[in-house]
């Protein structure tokens, strides 16, 4: 009898166990009770000290405090940014790899060439952390003041204006063709490497506009070289509040941001994204934060992940739209 009756308890405990296996399983909540309990590794597409580098550090620096672990700044640039989104992708989905992602990398990338992973399908998308506008700059010898006049002059000059990008299928590239379909113009575009040599011509006058990002452009719009008309966010910069949208002026579907995010490898558990979302959001809130953000021309994201998700796929379709009716290529 006792031996039969240790067998039974054996055999219930061990029912036990493999109920205790399934609920855990099927409960994702449980997965994330622990986490995170060792370092978490966050990839960067681009080498360091840019936008993404200074955005990622900013934010990392608050991340690590509320989640209570390292965060390992792992850049990997190269492919425009699709090296860095291939090993985030095939990562393991533990939550212990994230990847900073772009507007300029993500949401451009798989319509002007073919990339080893899709953006929707193989990642969960965790939060926004911010949007940076693009400031429309012209040489002070155009006689315009507003995008209105220069919409008017492109009008009246058709194929005679040129605008300056920092290279074929980059962001002020894209938006250049955005505006000319938007705006019903044909400004020609003109291809740099890099938006130095772009800001550099639009100075000395060799090309009329460029679409720069806010932090080259303003301190030559300040000093009288430039002369900034407008910004391409759906609301006016912190860094230069005076300066209308592109929107203000009429073209009011026109909104161009070079965003920032936060995604894993598709499968990661719910409640680890939930709570990834929740510390970013917290991070976000914070005052230090924004005044940082805000001195980079910066507007904080944050958000639920499913509308970092809509935001994305928008993104996807809107310049997959332009790529394909401007015909762009690499």
């Not at 936008?51 to 850049?75: A, S, Y």
Request: aromatic share 6%.
């Amino acid at each position: 009898m006792i031996h039969k009756r240790s067998g039974a308890a054996l055999m219930a405990a061990l029912a036990l166990s493999c109920i205790g296996d399934i609920t855990h399983a099927q409960n994702p909540s449980d997965s994330g009770k622990a986490y995170p309990n060792r370092p978490i590794r966050m990839i960067d597409p681009f080498p360091p000290g840019g936008g993404t580098w200074v955005i990622g550090r900013l934010i990392e620096e608050k991340l690590m405090e509320d989640l209570g672990q390292p965060i390992v700044h792992d850049n990997r640039g190269g492919a425009g940014g699709a090296i860095a989104s291939e090993l985030a992708a095939r990562a393991p989905a533990d939550g212990y790899t994230l990847a900073l992602v772009t507007a300029s990398t993500f949401a451009v990338n798989p319509s002007l060439s073919k990339v080893p992973y899709d953006p929707v399908r193989d990642f969960v998308h965790i939060g926004q952390l911010g949007a940076i506008p693009l400031l429309l700059v012209i040489h002070p010898s155009l006689p315009v003041r507003t995008v209105k006049d220069l919409i008017a002059m492109a009008k009246a000059q058709k194929g005679a204006m040129n605008y300056a990008s920092a290279g074929s299928g980059t962001l002020s590239h894209l938006t250049g063709e955005l505006f000319n379909a938007t705006a019903g113009v044909s400004i020609t575009h003109v291809p740099y490497k890099g938006g130095g040599p772009a800001l550099t011509d639009v100075t000395g006058n060799q090309v009329q506009l460029f679409f720069s990002n806010v932090l080259s452009g303003l301190p030559l719009s300040i000093s009288g070289r430039l002369r900034a008309i407008a910004v391409t966010g759906a609301k006016r910069t912190q860094a230069a509040p005076d300066i209308p949208t592109v929107a203000e002026s009429g073209l009011f579907s026109f909104t161009v941001t070079n965003w920032y995010g936060v995604v894993a490898p598709a499968g990661t558990s719910p409640a680890i994204v939930t709570k990834l979302n929740q510390a970013i959001n917290r991070t976000l809130a914070a005052p230090d934060v924004r005044q940082r953000l805000a001195a980079l021309g910066a507007e904080p994201g944050g958000g639920s992940p499913e509308e970092f998700s809509f935001h994305v796929k928008a993104e996807l379709e809107k310049w997959r739209r332009v790529i394909k009716e401007a015909d762009i290529r690499r």
